[in-house]
Antibody
Framework: EVQLVESGGGFVQPGRSLRLSCAAS????????IHWVRQGPGKGLEWVSG????????RYADSVRGRFTISRDNAKNSLYLQMNNLRAEDTALYYC??????????????WGQGTVVTVSS | QSALTQPASVSGSPGQSITIPCTGT?????????VSWYQQHPGKTPQLIIS???HRPSGVSNRFSGSKSGNTASLTISELQAEDEADYYC??????????FGGGTKLTVL
């Protein structure tokens, strides 16, 4: 059974940093691209960032580029999102999502349950 | 990057068919076949119901179907059931450095 378990969310003040983690199991982790997708309170889905199977390619939404960094450790079956200079508009439920392919096609196949990030003073 | 355009809401009666359009540009929907659809019930995690424009993952009802014409993709749900009431999102690969979702469509089963 495919499992994606996010952690690291919490309450943080604007301008501070947070690091999200995603532990994957039940599939060959290094065969697939992985993404972070977020959903603000009462809002729609927003793609945040994605990374290819071998970390050869990483993509970011304009809203987070330069502040967020995605990375993965295939030896640990883990995905990370380093979030710096957080803003109130980054408040959301952050999902770890497995792509259907090795590249970041944006085919969001399997979803974790998410971790909540709240940015407020 | 701009989100794909979906109607905010659609509705239909049980047994009817409805179609949800998703409009993009030649740099996303029109240029690639990595168009997907997701169903999200309130308080639940989104579920992939259509990939690669028309492909239905294992376990997804055959009442769901996808298509594409030019820069517009569509999700059709036939024989509407009460359990289909949910939010539906489209997504597409893009030529830019980003990936993109539609704004979401709330389906109400009357």
């Amino acid at each position: 059974e495919v499992q994606l378990v996010e952690s690291g969310g919490g309450f943080v003040q604007p301008g501070r940093s947070l690091r999200l983690s995603c532990a994957a199991s039940g599939f060959i982790f290094d065969d697939y691209a992985i993404h972070w997708v977020r959903q603000g309170p009462g809002k729609g889905l927003e793609w945040v960032s994605g990374i290819s199977w071998n970390s050869g390619s990483a993509r970011y939404a304009d809203s987070v580029r330069g502040r967020f960094t995605i990375s993965r450790d295939n030896a640990k079956n883990s995905l990370y999102l380093q979030m710096n200079n957080l803003r109130a508009e980054d408040t959301a439920l952050y999902y770890c999502v497995k792509d259907l392919y090795r590249g970041e096609t944006g085919t969001f196949h399997m979803w974790g349950q998410g971790t909540v990030v709240t940015v407020s003073s | 990057q701009s989100a794909l355009t979906q109607p905010a809401s659609v509705s239909g009666s049980p047994g009817q068919s409805i179609t949800i359009p998703c409009t993009g540009t030649s740099s996303d929907i029109g240029g690639y076949n990595y168009v997907s659809w997701y169903q999200q019930h309130p308080g639940k995690t989104p579920q992939l119901i259509i990939s690669d424009v028309t492909h239905r993952p294992s376990g997804v009802s055959n009442r769901f179907s996808g298509s594409k014409s030019g820069n517009t993709a569509s999700l059709t749900i036939s024989e509407l059931q009460a359990e289909d009431e949910a939010d539906y999102y489209c997504s597409s690969y893009t030529a830019s450095t980003a990936l993109v979702f539609g704004g979401g469509t709330k389906l109400t089963v009357l």
